[in-house]
C-alpha cells in the first residue's frame, strides 16, 4: 500500500531532551517536507526537501534540523525540544517537487512538559 | 511573505444543501492550489489538485476553481452529506514552498 508513515504518533518528552521524529515514504517520491499545526495558525512548513541531500527551510524552521540521506526517508530532529514546540507534526510527500498531489502522513502528537 | 485566508471558518449546514468555500492568497503569485480534507485526529488527504495551467477541477460532488489573478480559489460541495464533514484546507505552492489557510470546519445536519 502507498503511504507516508511517522513514528512515533504521540510521544511525550521534557525540555532539552532530544527526539527524532522519523518520515518514510513508499512511493519513490522525490519531495519530502514537515510541518506542524497549531491551533488557529494552520499547517507551516517546518523544512522541505527537494531530493537526496537536498534540504532547505520553510517558514518555521527554528529549533529543527532534518537530513535526506535516502529517497525514502526524511527525519525531524529536535535537538533541544522546549514547550513553543508542542504540536501536531505532519511529514508529506510528492513526486516530482511541490507542484504535484501531496501525500500525507498520519501525524505526530508533541508534548514537550 | 504568503497569507492565505479562508472564509468562513465554520459552516453548518443541512444535508442536501450546495456549500462553497473560500480561499485567498495575499500574493496572486501561486502555482498552484491543492484542496484537502482533514478529520478530527487524522492526517490530511488530497481532494482536488488544481495545476498552474488549469482553472478548475472536478471530482464528483466536488468542484474547485483558482483564479490566479485575484489570487482566490473556491471549493464547491454538491447536496452535501453528514459525511462530509470535517475541515476543509487549501494550499497553495509559491517557490518550492507550500502555504496553507487555516482551514473550514464543516458540519452537516442530517
Known amino acids: 500500500e502507498a503511504q507516508v508513515t511517522q513514528n512515533p504518533r504521540y510521544l511525550i518528552t521534557v525540555t532539552g531532551k532530544k527526539l527524532t521524529v522519523t518520515c518514510s515514504q513508499n512511493?519513490?517520491?522525490?519531495?519530502m517536507s514537515w510541518y506542524r499545526q497549531d491551533p488557529g495558525l494552520g499547517l507551516r512548513q517546518i523544512y522541505y526537501s527537494m531530493n537526496v541531500e537536498v534540504t532547505d527551510k520553510g517558514d518555521v524552521p527554528e529549533g529543527y534540523k532534518v537530513s535526506r540521506k535516502e529517497k525514502r526517508n526524511f527525519p525531524l530532529i529536535l535537538e533541544s525540544p522546549s514547550p513553543n514546540q508542542t504540536s501536531l507534526y505532519f511529514c508529506?510527500?510528492?513526486?516530482?517537487?511541490?507542484?504535484?498531489?501531496?501525500?500525507f502522513g498520519p501525524g505526530t502528537r508533541l508534548t514537550v512538559l | 511573505k504568503q497569507e492565505v485566508t479562508q472564509i468562513p471558518a465554520a459552516l453548518s449546514v443541512p444535508e442536501g444543501e450546495n456549500l462553497v468555500l473560500n480561499c485567498s492568497f495575499t500574493?496572486?503569485?501561486?502555482?498552484?492550489l491543492q484542496w484537502f480534507r482533514q478529520d478530527p485526529g487524522k492526517g490530511l488527504t488530497s481532494l482536488l489538485l488544481i495545476q498552474s495551467s488549469q482553472r478548475e477541477q472536478t471530482s464528483g460532488r466536488l468542484n474547485a476553481s483558482l483564479d490566479k489573478s485575484s489570487g482566490r480559489s473556491t471549493l464547491y460541495i454538491a447536496a452535501s452529506q453528514p459525511g462530509d464533514s470535517a475541515t476543509y484546507l487549501c494550499?497553495?505552492?509559491?517557490?518550492?514552498?507550500?502555504?496553507f489557510g487555516t482551514g473550514t470546519s464543516l458540519t452537516v445536519i442530517p
Open positions: 494550499a497553495g505552492v509559491a517557490g518550492n514552498q507550500f502555504y
Open positions: 500574493d496572486s503569485a501561486i502555482y498552484n
Open positions: 508529506a510527500s510528492s513526486t516530482g517537487g511541490p507542484y504535484n498531489e501531496q501525500f
Open positions: 512511493m519513490n517520491h522525490e519531495y
